[in-house]
């Protein structure tokens, strides 16, 4: 019994931490930026499907425009404050990588801020897509965890598909392996990347809508959403999509057992101590490439 | 050298502000006082990581536990048993000084975003620590000690300008030294460094140990000044990144340029005070435009200006 | 010489790199007061020598003596402290201290508590200064500097703990010949003090000015050992540098229809990368249809050319390719439109299949069109199409050459630019991909330029041949009187 | 960020304040008797819905007395102070408050932690502090500990010991006698003020009848409560006794969505604000919820006149914080009337001596013996408190009974064994 509920909530929270870090990860992998202010665009696109919700009522509303949103604020996020600064000449390359966390961390600050302005910064739920429970294995599941998972393997599955099958996807695919090499073959990178960051954006979009639904955020959120996003990342190994995938059940059910087992007080603190292990003893993570 | 130091404007730039400074309680009300007090201390923690980025080019995401050791050591000691003030910021400064050996000898191994995350769990872990062991640390309610440096203001201040002044000092003239030279080295090039036969690992352990040192006194300090600790205060990520963005916008690799930056933050974020909650948005944007359009800060333009000739 | 007793020694020298022996069983001896060239083409195995001995590589086998101490696996502010000084070919002084200051770092002792400057320190840099001709410059910071002033500094950084044995990499790539002069003089003047001095270069005549023996090493192993001279009449020597016996098929220029607007034209290129000048006043010409080898050592600035044409990299001077400028395309939309390369490293997507490389290649062609291609491919490399569903990154390094190529092809370019494509190949990959090239030439009106340090391998394919040599270009002719007219010149 | 350094939006007022300051040490310092000014700095979380009432609710009850005509002629003036729910910023507020702008007293937020931090300062520089909305005990035994020091500090709100009582006493009525329910479990945050809460509920539960199942503490940061529902599922309880504050969408939010079929009762404190049925999308149904006060509930004959005229000059409820920020500055008032100074030792025994018919009952503090020397006397004909439900929404008032505008009720998935009589 207590094993099935374990199961049941371990797998819908994972679940969402993987669609969360996917995104995250795939902007590494290919442009090699971590973008911190990760957890602000996930809120953001909560908060707008809940605003939205609220006044048309329609969730299904609600949720695609939070997702609209999020990709919205992600392709400004590339052209505003990643891409001058990989381009300018002003800072040195090696250095460039604490400007652009820098950078993105001050955008998500703003956003951030912006929220708790127009909105407040109580915590809001979005209407569930659908309500009501239903029991599996002699466990009552709110239905919306089951969406929740459902639409996040949808997602990921997706993208899966792009990368795989289509032309795009692979070249996508191909930029991250070797951004020279696609250039050589014709590819303007700069288009790549735009893509990659729409991507991203839908992806952290749905993961926000659906964190709003399932367990409901507020701008205070932001922060704690991207450290989680950048330990299941670093933990899988930065750029690895398969690695997050694992690192974020990995971690899900960690925290669960320790809700459940010792205590919700506790629950984040085994998945940190995994981290700072897997660090020590093996820093390009998981399934690290580099 | 050391002339070259005496002959730098930059110091006796310095030495002029901090001697006006050390007037302004004299026509300045308390309540500002009180901001810049605050915003000195801050001045120090960024200095303190500016040693680390701008000259060991190691990106420190946790300077707040460096901090916060200091800061925690100090206030819990404090409460317990009250010692005299100088024992706590004592132990404090120890606990800092310690605990950021501990973080850099195994995390100065790792390369490229690896150090600086490592840093940055090291703050999720402390703040954790804080929160669950609330019976030592007072938890989510945050620590109150029985004492403060002063309840007088202009004491409080004069406290925290000399405190920054002198750190500013060591820590200027510390990265303007033999050693610093060696460091700035290290940190740009460690193959070609210990092909000059230094030992880099040695000289970059050397840097974090002050820059915990810096940290943590002015965290134990700061302390008490407040009469409090939380989390919100010392340990909170926002705390560290204000604490880098203060570095980065006052120009790095320039020490003094860090303090510039951090009391640029708060003097703004009050100063917009009265438009509330925009306040901090406005100030990420200002931040935010600085590290895009002017990315060696504001000291830093004045160098390369200054270098150019 | 060898009766001299050795200042620095290697002896049977190995490293390995996972599967592959960078350095197998290299032993020398280096007596005070010698300088002796250690030289070999990309990939000999030289510069790992270098980083065992400097301590930046841990060599799996054999010891490093200085004066007899084995130093081998020593952390390298160790090797430096006992007396070995390095100066790199790529200087990275601190940009924001003065020359003299730069040079009174390199004089530091390794201690935390040098918090006080040392008016004697200060003397000593001074004093080194003169000596590699910095004394004018002492108080400008070298991002003004010339490069040739920033190698002095190199120089005199590597001088600065009065070192008994000195490195030097590549000592004269990028510099005038007047530059050139000063630092044989230079080097020279260390050689007298005694010191041991290691040149590591490409070729014999790069050391030849300075060197009293040569130690020339081709795939990790030594090849020949002896005076500048000996060294090159050496056998082995000339077969990998000039290759032996080479019979060419030449096309006469005259024989290409544009004869009078080239298909593609480089005019007084110029390239620097900083202050280091890559590329002086190049031009070439090519015709259409016709297949040109460029062949330099590594680092004459064949890459350099390719990438300007590529449009990879900033340039002075022209690009036209039928008349038209290149200049302001972007590297994609010059590769769109038909001039392609297939690059030194082949740049292949590692993680994905061999069939989806080449469908990389072939994403703008419609489907049939990209299959029809697709069987001429396999045609003409068939091992690729056992391999078509295996991941690029597993392939062997033959394999991978062949499918870098065939990538290029599935783009149908007009212009086909091959980058260094036998690097690190055995002999019989090469006899396959030169019957490739050649069925290319037979069957093709493609055109092609090969960039090679090989010549064996780059004047059988070659109608033409341009030399280039530390980003000039010094000889162009047909292939049949490369050896007689410039042959020398490459050694 | 967030940690920028803090001050009113009003700081440009008073800088010609501080040129006076000068002169004068900070030990004694001046009050603003030459002013003809009674002045009291307010120091709250201007952007909390719980705090943001007490600035306006304060300066509401200082226009009535000085429209009246001020205290014993003079005018009342409300200083006020955002302190971004920071203790840091707390303490620089009251430095301020008492140092630059002389007030003298203070009121001071409804968070615990804020008020514990600057408890020791109230007795370092010798001002009086009350505050309307902190619950946690520390305060009033910090004072029992060490009176000399930290008499200064009153407690205008109910502390947790006080309010598990107040909440036992409801449970006795509505859930003991009135659904016959005989087991509980205690779901509270890890905060200072819910450690005595949850000891109050430990002892008193029992003694009603309600039998404690299993008592569960959470960090207030938790965003994932189906393993706290689950957990207290399998205990299979009657009722769920709630103590949270910090947290409160959440918790509610996903008791709805897993349909825990256990009703919620207790202390929670954004249920009592009026936007929570909008934030929790009316997953707030049927939550029961302890309070001091509710729309059209006349605890007191003060207390729907305050709430008309609070609502006329803000459009908007005040939160429970707002009533006692009320009550406060007339008690305040009141004290330096008695004490005919501004003297703070004069006023602290003044103030010991209140009692004064409030918007939320009979104020009285208890004595100096009492091991919660300072904190407010409860009980019948002092203040007893109130009971209320969300219905539909609307906050209604089921308890006391002489009080009560509507009946119990649950939604649907609410299994209740006892009938509803």
Same mark, same amino acid.
């Given at each position: 019994?207590?094993?099935?509920?374990?199961?049941?909530?371990?797998?819908?929270?994972?679940?969402?931490?993987?669609?969360?870090?996917?995104?995250?990860?795939?902007?590494?992998?290919?442009?090699?930026?971590?973008?911190?202010?990760?957890?602000?665009?996930?809120?953001?696109?909560?908060?707008?499907?809940?605003?939205?919700?609220?006044?048309?009522?329609?969730?299904?509303?609600?949720?695609?425009?939070?997702?609209?949103?999020?990709?919205?604020?992600?392709?400004?996020?590339?052209?505003?404050?990643?891409?001058?600064?990989?381009?300018?000449?002003?800072?040195?390359?090696?250095?460039?990588?604490?400007?652009?966390?820098?950078?993105?961390?001050?955008?998500?600050?703003?956003?951030?801020?912006?929220?708790?302005?127009?909105?407040?910064?109580?915590?809001?739920?979005?209407?569930?897509?659908?309500?009501?429970?239903?029991?599996?294995?002699?466990?009552?599941?709110?239905?919306?965890?089951?969406?929740? /998972?459902?639409?996040?393997?949808?997602? +990921?599955? !997706? &993208?899966? $598909? @792009? =990368?795989?099958?289509?032309?795009?996807?692979?070249?996508?695919?191909?930029?991250?392996?070797?951004?020279?090499?696609?250039?050589?073959?014709?590819?303007?990178?700069?288009?790549?990347?735009?893509?990659?960051?729409?991507?991203?954006?839908?992806?952290?979009?749905?993961?926000?809508?659906?964190?709003?639904?399932?367990?409901?955020?507020?701008?205070?959120?932001?922060?704690?959403?991207?450290?989680?996003?950048?330990?299941?990342?670093?933990?899988?190994?930065?750029?690895?999509?398969?690695?997050?995938?694992?690192?974020?059940?990995?971690?899900?059910?960690?925290?669960?057992?320790?809700?459940?087992? /010792?205590?919700?007080?506790?629950?984040? +603190?085994? !998945? &940190?101590? $995994? @981290? =700072?292990?897997?660090?020590?003893?093996?820093?390009?993570?998981?399934?690290?490439?580099? | 050298?050391?002339?070259?130091?005496?002959?730098?404007?930059?110091?006796?730039?310095?030495?002029?502000?901090?001697?006006?400074?050390?007037?302004?309680?004299?026509?300045?009300?308390?309540?500002?006082?009180?901001?810049?007090?605050?915003?000195?201390?801050?001045?120090?923690?960024?200095?303190?990581?500016?040693?680390?980025?701008?000259?060991?080019?190691?990106?420190?995401?946790?300077?707040?536990?460096?901090?916060?050791?200091?800061?925690?050591?100090?206030?819990?000691?404090?409460?317990?048993?009250?010692?005299?003030?100088?024992?706590?910021?004592?132990?404090?400064?120890?606990?800092?000084?310690?605990?950021?050996?501990?973080?850099?000898?195994?995390?100065?191994?790792?390369?490229?975003?690896?150090?600086?995350?490592?840093?940055?769990?090291?703050?999720?872990?402390?703040?954790?620590?804080?929160?669950?062991?609330?019976?030592?640390?007072?938890?989510?309610?945050?620590?109150?000690?029985?004492?403060?440096?002063?309840?007088?203001?202009?004491?409080?201040?004069?406290?925290?300008?000399?405190?920054?002044?002198?750190?500013?000092?060591?820590?200027?003239?510390?990265?303007?030294?033999?050693?610093?030279?060696?460091?700035?080295?290290?940190?740009?090039?460690?193959?070609?460094?210990?092909?000059?036969?230094?030992?880099?690992?040695?000289?970059?352990?050397?840097?974090?140990?002050?820059?915990?040192?810096?940290?943590?006194?002015?965290?134990?300090?700061?302390?008490?000044?407040?009469?409090?600790?939380?989390?919100?205060?010392?340990?909170?990520?926002?705390?560290?990144?204000?604490?880098?963005?203060?570095?980065?916008?006052?120009?790095?690799?320039?020490?003094?340029?860090?303090?510039?930056?951090?009391?640029?933050?708060?003097?703004?974020?009050?100063?917009?005070?009265?438009?509330?909650?925009?306040?901090?948005?406005?100030?990420?944007?200002?931040?935010?435009?600085?590290?895009?359009?002017?990315?060696?800060?504001?000291?830093?333009?004045?160098?390369?200006?200054?270098?150019?000739? | 010489?060898?009766?001299?007793?050795?200042?620095?020694?290697?002896?049977?020298?190995?490293?390995?790199?996972?599967?592959?022996?960078?350095?197998?069983?290299?032993?020398?001896?280096?007596?005070?007061?010698?300088?002796?060239?250690?030289?070999?083409?990309?990939?000999?195995?030289?510069?790992?020598?270098?980083?065992?001995?400097?301590?930046?590589?841990?060599?799996?086998?054999?010891?490093?003596?200085?004066?007899?101490?084995?130093?081998?696996?020593?952390?390298?502010?160790?090797?430096?402290?006992?007396?070995?000084?390095?100066?790199?070919?790529?200087?990275?002084?601190?940009?924001?201290?003065?020359?003299?200051?730069?040079?009174?770092?390199?004089?530091?002792?390794?201690?935390?508590?040098?918090?006080?400057?040392?008016?004697?320190?200060?003397?000593?840099?001074?004093?080194?200064?003169?000596?590699?001709?910095?004394?004018?410059?002492?108080?400008?910071?070298?991002?003004?500097?010339?490069?040739?002033?920033?190698?002095?500094?190199?120089?005199?950084?590597?001088?600065?703990?009065?070192?008994?044995?000195?490195?030097?990499?590549?000592?004269?790539?990028?510099?005038?010949?007047?530059?050139?002069?000063?630092?044989?003089?230079?080097?020279?003047?260390?050689?007298?003090?005694?010191?041991?001095?290691?040149?590591?270069?490409?070729?014999?005549?790069?050391?030849?000015?300075?060197?009293?023996?040569?130690?020339?090493?081709?795939?990790?192993?030594?090849?020949?050992?002896?005076?500048?001279?000996?060294?090159?009449?050496?056998?082995?020597?000339?077969?990998?540098?000039?290759?032996?016996?080479?019979?060419?098929?030449?096309?006469?220029?005259?024989?290409?229809?544009?004869?009078?607007?080239?298909?593609?034209?480089?005019?007084?290129?110029?390239?620097?990368?900083?202050?280091?000048?890559?590329?002086?006043?190049?031009?070439?010409?090519?015709?259409?249809?016709?297949?040109?080898?460029?062949?330099?050592?590594?680092?004459?600035?064949?890459?350099?050319?390719?990438?300007?044409?590529?449009?990879?990299?900033?340039?002075?001077?022209?690009?036209?390719?039928?008349?038209?400028?290149?200049?302001?395309?972007?590297?994609?939309?010059?590769?769109?439109?038909?001039?392609?390369?297939?690059?030194?490293?082949?740049?292949?997507?590692?993680?994905?299949?061999?069939?989806?490389?080449?469908?990389?290649?072939?994403?703008?062609?419609?489907?049939?069109?990209?299959?029809?291609?697709?069987?001429?491919?396999?045609?003409?490399?068939?091992?690729?199409?056992?391999?078509?569903?295996?991941?690029?990154?597993?392939?062997?390094?033959?394999?991978?050459?062949?499918?870098?190529?065939?990538?290029?092809?599935?783009?149908?370019?007009?212009?086909?630019?091959?980058?260094?494509?036998?690097?690190?190949?055995?002999?019989?990959?090469?006899?396959?991909?030169?019957?490739?090239?050649?069925?290319?030439?037979?069957?093709?009106?493609?055109?092609?330029?090969?960039?090679?340090?090989?010549?064996?391998?780059?004047?059988?394919?070659?109608?033409?041949?341009?030399?280039?040599?530390?980003?000039?270009?010094?000889?162009?002719?047909?292939?049949?009187?490369?050896?007689?007219?410039?042959?020398?010149?490459?050694? | 960020?967030?940690?920028?350094?803090?001050?009113?939006?009003?700081?440009?007022?008073?800088?010609?304040?501080?040129?006076?300051?000068?002169?004068?040490?900070?030990?004694?310092?001046?009050?603003?008797?030459?002013?003809?000014?009674?002045?009291?700095?307010?120091?709250?979380?201007?952007?909390?819905?719980?705090?943001?009432?007490?600035?306006?609710?304060?300066?509401?009850?200082?226009?009535?007395?000085?429209?009246?005509?001020?205290?014993?002629?003079?005018?009342?003036?409300?200083?006020?102070?955002?302190?971004?729910?920071?203790?840091?910023?707390?303490?620089?507020?009251?430095?301020?408050?008492?140092?630059?702008?002389?007030?003298?007293?203070?009121?001071?937020?409804?968070?615990?932690?804020?008020?514990?931090?600057?408890?020791?300062?109230?007795?370092?520089?010798?001002?009086?502090?009350?505050?309307?909305?902190?619950?946690?005990?520390?305060?009033?035994?910090?004072?029992?500990?060490?009176?000399?020091?930290?008499?200064?500090?009153?407690?205008?709100?109910?502390?947790?010991?006080?309010?598990?009582?107040?909440?036992?006493?409801?449970?006795?009525?509505?859930?003991?006698?009135?659904?016959?329910?005989?087991?509980?479990?205690?779901?509270?945050?890890?905060?200072?003020?819910?450690?005595?809460?949850?000891?109050?509920?430990?002892?008193?539960?029992?003694?009603?009848?309600?039998?404690?199942?299993?008592?569960?503490?959470?960090?207030?940061?938790?965003?994932?409560?189906?393993?706290?529902?689950?957990?207290?599922?399998?205990?299979?309880?009657?009722?769920?006794?709630?103590?949270?504050?910090?947290?409160?969408?959440?918790?509610?939010?996903?008791?709805?969505?897993?349909?825990?079929?256990?009703?919620?009762?207790?202390?929670?404190?954004?249920?009592?604000?009026?936007?929570?049925?909008?934030?929790?999308?009316?997953?707030?149904?049927?939550?029961?919820?302890?309070?001091?006060?509710?729309?059209?509930?006349?605890?007191?004959?003060?207390?729907?006149?305050?709430?008309?005229?609070?609502?006329?000059?803000?459009?908007?409820?005040?939160?429970?914080?707002?009533?006692?920020?009320?009550?406060?500055?007339?008690?305040?008032?009141?004290?330096?009337?008695?004490?005919?100074?501004?003297?703070?030792?004069?006023?602290?025994?003044?103030?010991?001596?209140?009692?004064?018919?409030?918007?939320?009952?009979?104020?009285?503090?208890?004595?100096?013996?009492?091991?919660?020397?300072?904190?407010?006397?409860?009980?019948?004909?002092?203040?007893?408190?109130?009971?209320?439900?969300?219905?539909?929404?609307?906050?209604?008032?089921?308890?006391?009974?002489?009080?009560?505008?509507?009946?119990?009720?649950?939604?649907?998935?609410?299994?209740?064994?006892?009938?509803?009589?």
């Amino acid at each position: 019994m207590l094993l099935w509920q374990i199961l049941i909530d371990g797998f819908a929270i994972s679940s969402l931490y993987a669609l969360g870090a996917t995104g995250f990860t795939l902007i590494f992998g290919v442009s090699g930026v971590l973008n911190l202010s990760h957890g602000s665009l996930m809120v953001a696109a909560a908060v707008a499907a809940w605003a939205l919700g609220a006044s048309f009522g329609g969730s299904y509303v609600g949720a695609i425009f939070g997702a609209l949103v999020a990709l919205l604020l992600s392709v400004v996020t590339y052209f505003l404050v990643v891409r001058p600064l990989q381009q300018t000449k002003r800072i040195r390359e090696e250095e460039k990588e604490i400007f652009i966390l820098t950078a993105t961390l001050l955008w998500g600050i703003m956003i951030q801020e912006a929220i708790a302005y127009l909105f407040t910064n109580n915590a809001k739920t979005v209407l569930p897509i659908v309500g009501g429970v239903v029991t599996i294995a002699g466990v009552r599941t709110p239905a919306n965890e089951i969406f929740t /998972a459902a639409i996040c393997w949808l997602a +990921i599955g !997706a &993208l899966w $598909l @792009l =990368v795989n099958r289509t032309q795009v996807g692979k070249t996508v695919l191909a930029a991250s392996m070797n951004p020279r090499g696609v250039t050589l073959l014709g590819v303007e990178l700069s288009i790549v990347y735009i893509a990659v960051w729409a991507i991203y954006g839908i992806l952290a979009g749905i993961a926000g809508v659906l964190l709003g639904m399932f367990l409901g955020v507020s701008s205070y959120s932001a922060g704690p959403l991207t450290a989680s996003a950048f330990s299941i990342v670093v933990l899988g190994g930065l750029g690895s999509v398969s690695g997050s995938l694992i690192a974020a059940y990995v971690v899900g059910y960690l925290e669960t057992l320790t809700a459940y087992l /010792a205590s919700p007080a506790y629950r984040t +603190i085994p !998945a &940190l101590l $995994l @981290l =700072v292990v897997v660090m020590y003893i093996r820093p390009r993570g998981l399934l690290g490439r580099r | 050298m050391l002339l070259r130091i005496l002959r730098s404007p930059a110091i006796w730039i310095a030495l002029i502000v901090v001697i006006i400074a050390a007037t302004l309680p004299l026509y300045v009300s308390g309540y500002v006082l009180g901001l810049l007090t605050i915003a000195y201390y801050f001045g120090v923690f960024s200095m303190a990581w500016d040693l680390l980025f701008g000259f060991a080019n190691e990106v420190n995401f946790g300077p707040t536990f460096l901090i916060g050791l200091g800061a925690y050591t100090a206030g819990i000691l404090d409460n317990l048993y009250q010692p005299p003030i100088w024992v706590c910021v004592l132990a404090g400064t120890s606990a800092a000084v310690v605990g950021g050996v501990i973080l850099a000898l195994p995390a100065l191994r790792l390369r490229g975003p690896y150090f600086g995350l490592t840093t940055l769990v090291a703050v999720l872990m402390l703040q954790n620590f804080v929160v669950v062991a609330a019976g030592l640390t007072g938890g989510e309610i945050g620590l109150t000690v029985p004492d403060v440096l002063s309840i007088d203001d202009k004491v409080n201040y004069w406290i925290a300008l000399g405190f920054m002044a002198i750190s500013g000092a060591a820590l200027y003239g510390l990265s303007r030294s033999p050693v610093g030279l060696i460091l700035q080295a290290s940190g740009q090039d460690p193959v070609q460094a210990a092909a000059l036969g230094f030992n880099v690992t040695k000289h970059k352990l050397a840097a974090f140990i002050v820059s915990a040192f810096f940290s943590g006194l002015a965290g134990a300090l700061m302390v008490f000044y407040l009469g409090a600790a939380s989390v919100g205060t010392f340990i909170d990520v926002t705390v560290g990144v204000q604490v880098i963005i203060g570095a980065v916008i006052g120009g790095r690799r320039t020490i003094l340029g860090a303090a510039i930056g951090a009391i640029f933050l708060i003097a703004m974020g009050e100063t917009l005070r009265p438009l509330g909650d925009l306040a901090t948005f406005i100030v990420s944007a200002m931040a935010l435009v600085v590290v895009l359009l002017f990315p060696s800060g504001f000291v830093g333009m004045i160098a390369r200006r200054r270098e150019a000739t | 010489m060898s009766a001299a007793p050795a200042r620095l020694e290697a002896n049977g020298l190995i490293k390995r790199y996972g599967g592959l022996v960078a350095v197998k069983d290299i032993s020398f001896k280096v007596a005070a007061g010698e300088i002796l060239g250690l030289i070999g083409p990309n990939g000999s195995g030289k510069s790992t020598v270098m980083k065992s001995i400097i301590g930046v590589e841990r060599p799996d086998g054999g010891s490093v003596r200085v004066d007899g101490t084995d130093v081998a696996g020593w952390p390298s502010h160790k090797i430096a402290r006992l007396g070995v000084g390095m100066v790199f070919q790529h200087s990275r002084p601190l940009h924001r201290q003065t020359v003299l200051e730069n040079i009174i770092l390199a004089l530091l002792p390794d201690r935390l508590l040098r918090l006080l400057p040392d008016p004697a320190i200060e003397e000593r840099a001074r004093a080194i200064a003169a000596r590699v001709g910095l004394s004018a410059v002492l108080h400008r910071r070298p991002a003004t500097l010339p490069f040739a002033d920033l190698r002095r500094i190199e120089v005199a950084k590597a001088l600065a703990r009065d070192p008994r044995v000195v490195l030097v990499d590549e000592p004269f790539a990028g510099l005038t010949a007047r530059e050139t002069a000063a630092f044989v003089r230079l080097i020279a003047e260390l050689r007298d003090d005694g010191r041991a001095i290691l040149l590591v270069d490409h070729n014999v005549k790069s050391v030849a000015a300075l060197a009293d023996r040569v130690f020339a090493m081709y795939v990790g192993e030594r090849i020949a050992e002896g005076s500048v001279e000996e060294v090159m009449r050496d056998e082995t020597v000339r077969r990998v540098y000039l290759g032996g016996g080479i019979e060419t098929a030449a096309r006469p220029e005259a024989g290409f229809r544009d004869a009078s607007v080239p298909f593609l034209q480089a005019d007084r290129v110029n390239v620097f990368y900083g202050k280091a000048q890559a590329l002086e006043d190049v031009s070439i010409h090519v015709h259409e249809g016709e297949f040109v080898s460029i062949v330099g050592l590594n680092g004459a600035g064949k890459t350099t050319l390719f990438n300007a044409i590529s449009g990879l990299l900033p340039y002075d001077g022209e690009i036209r390719r039928q008349g038209q400028s290149l200049r302001g395309r972007t590297p994609a939309a010059i590769a769109r439109g038909g001039l392609v390369q297939s690059p030194e490293g082949r740049e292949l997507f590692t993680d994905m299949t061999v069939r989806e490389n080449l469908d990389m290649g072939g994403q703008r062609l419609v489907k049939a069109a990209r299959a029809e291609r697709l069987e001429w491919l396999f045609d003409l490399f068939p091992i690729l199409k056992e391999r078509q569903s295996q991941a690029a990154g597993t392939l062997s390094g033959g394999e991978q050459q062949m499918l870098a190529i065939a990538r290029a092809l599935m783009m149908k370019p007009d212009l086909l630019i091959l980058d260094e494509p036998t690097l690190g190949l055995a002999p019989v990959i090469l006899a396959q991909i030169s019957k490739a090239l050649e069925r290319l030439r037979q069957t093709t009106s493609l055109t092609v330029i090969l960039g090679e340090q090989n010549v064996t391998f780059a004047l059988p394919h070659a109608d033409r041949v341009y030399v280039l040599e530390h980003g000039r270009i010094v000889w162009e002719g047909e292939p049949s009187r490369f050896a007689a007219e410039a042959g020398a010149a490459y050694l | 960020m967030a940690e920028f350094s803090t001050f009113c939006r009003h700081a440009s007022k008073f800088t010609g304040v501080s040129s006076v300051a000068l002169a004068l040490t900070v030990n004694a310092p001046a009050r603003a008797e030459d002013q003809g000014v009674l002045k009291i700095g307010v120091i709250a979380e201007a952007q909390a819905v719980a705090g943001s009432s007490i600035p306006s609710a304060a300066q509401l009850a200082a226009d009535e007395i000085n429209a009246k005509g001020g205290i014993d002629g003079r005018k009342i003036e409300i200083v006020s102070y955002d302190n971004h729910s920071s203790s840091a910023e707390s303490v620089r507020a009251f430095q301020r408050a008492v140092n630059e702008d002389h007030v003298n007293a203070v009121i001071a937020s409804y968070v615990s932690e804020v008020v514990l931090a600057l408890e020791p300062w109230a007795g370092r520089l010798k001002t009086v502090m009350i505050t309307p909305g902190a619950a946690s005990d520390v305060i009033t035994q910090n004072i029992a500990k060490d009176y000399e020091h930290n008499k200064y500090t009153f407690h205008g709100y109910l502390t947790s010991g006080a309010l598990s009582g107040l909440v036992c006493d409801a449970a006795k009525d509505m859930l003991v006698d009135g659904l016959k329910m005989k087991t509980a479990v205690i779901m509270s945050e890890d905060a200072a003020w819910t450690t005595p809460l949850d000891a109050g509920y430990m002892q008193c539960l029992p003694k009603i009848g309600l039998q404690v199942l299993d008592h569960i503490r959470f960090s207030p940061d938790t965003t994932d409560f189906t393993p706290i529902f689950n957990n207290i599922e399998s205990k299979k309880p009657d009722v769920i006794i709630t103590g949270v504050s910090h947290v409160g969408v959440q918790p509610t939010v996903q008791w709805k969505s897993q349909e825990v079929p256990i009703p919620m009762f207790g202390i929670a404190s954004q249920a009592t604000n009026s936007t929570f049925w909008k934030d929790t999308n009316g997953a707030t149904e049927g939550v029961l919820y302890q309070g001091v006060s509710g729309p059209g509930v006349a605890v007191t004959e003060k207390t729907l006149p305050f709430v008309d005229s609070f609502q006329k000059k803000f459009g908007n409820f005040p939160s429970y914080a707002g009533y006692t920020a009320y009550d406060d500055v007339y008690i305040i008032a009141d004290a330096f009337h008695r004490a005919g100074s501004a003297d703070s030792d004069k006023l602290v025994t003044a103030m010991e001596a209140t009692d004064y018919i409030g918007t939320i009952g009979r104020v009285q503090f208890l004595p100096k013996d009492d091991p919660h020397v300072h904190g407010l006397k409860t009980g019948k004909g002092l203040i007893t408190g109130l009971f209320l439900q969300w219905q539909n929404g609307a906050q209604v008032n089921l308890w006391p009974a002489e009080l009560a505008k509507g009946k119990i009720a649950f939604p649907s998935f609410i299994k209740v064994k006892a009938s509803l009589n």
